[in-house]
């Protein structure tokens, strides 16, 4: 799990967030972990399923454009 929080006056760079994602997803998808528990070896794998963010920020990391855009909505591509 991910938590991260972000204040201030502007928005942040969603990149600062985003760029190391992948690299570690891939690893965690991929390799695994080691995890020691009673005694045993256990490799532990998992991938990412999904993102719950607020509307901002889900528009930020997707690269949208924000839900009172003119293409803001993120399901079709009805323009208005
Ligand atoms: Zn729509």
């Not at 719950?52 to 803001?72: E, Q, R, W």
Request: aromatic residues 12%.
């Amino acid at each position: 799990m991910m938590i991260g929080f972000w204040f201030g006056k502007g928005k942040p760079e969603m990149n600062h967030f985003l760029s190391l994602l992948p690299k570690n997803f891939n690893t965690f998808y991929e390799d695994g972990f080691e995890v020691i528990t009673n005694g045993e070896k256990l490799v532990v794998k998992g991938l990412l399923q999904c993102d719950c963010s607020d509307l901002p920020a889900s528009t930020s990391s997707k690269s949208f454009v924000g839900h009172n855009g003119y293409n803001g909505c993120q399901i079709c591509e009805e323009p208005g």
